[in-house]
């Protein structure tokens, strides 16, 4: 998994991009492969993993090192499985909450839509709201939700 050539994060590339939330589990796999696919060749895919839940601080059994080194080898699990389109994927790790990390990023690579996998949430989830309502609220580009089953 790699950086595009040439480019900063700040620099639009040529071809269109889409910001993954990921977090290794299967509904996230599946929204990775889901925009793989749809993304064009010249398109650029954004892996992002977001080290603190949407409405709690950082775990403080960890830190921010410990935190990183998680999520890298998330990322890693998933180079291990080869699947061509998601290795050339860019690869980011955030401190912030999905949805910040999720926007912030979208905005940094001019992104055209964020892709998020869906999974069941308890009520409580529904009460306090999840990443995915809060997405709806907060983006300023398209929210596409991939339902766990689509690519497994």
């Known amino acids: 998994m790699s950086a595009p ?4 994060d700040g620099e639009r590339a ?3 991009c889409a910001v993954v939330g990921y977090d ?3 509904s996230a796999r599946a ?3 889901w925009a793989a696919a749809l993304l064009p060749q010249d398109g650029r895919l954004v892996l992002v993993y977001a080290c603190r ?3 709690a601080p950082p775990s403080p059994l960890a830190s921010a090192s410990e935190r990183h080194d998680i999520a890298h080898a998330v990322f890693d699990e998933l180079a291990l499985d080869g699947e061509d389109r998601l290795l050339e994927a860019r690869t980011e790790v955030s401190d912030e ?3 910040s990390a999720l926007t912030e990023a ?3 690579h001019h992104a055209s839509m964020i892709v998020v996998g ?3 949430h308890s009520w409580l989830h529904k009460k306090i709201g999840t990443v995915t309502g809060e997405l709806l609220a907060r983006s300023a580009v398209p929210v596409a939700v991939v339902p766990g089953e689509l690519m497994s």
Do not use: F, I, M
């Not at 050539?5 to 900063?8: A, C, I």
């Open 31 to 33: 929204a990775a492969n």
């Open 53 to 55: 839940p949407l409405h």
């Open 14 to 16: 040529d071809g269109p």
């Open 97 to 99: 909450d999905p949805v």
């Open 118 to 120: 869906h999974e069941q």
């Open 5 to 8: 050539s040439g480019k900063t």
């Open 24 to 26: 290794g589990g299967e």
């Open 106 to 108: 979208a905005s940094r």
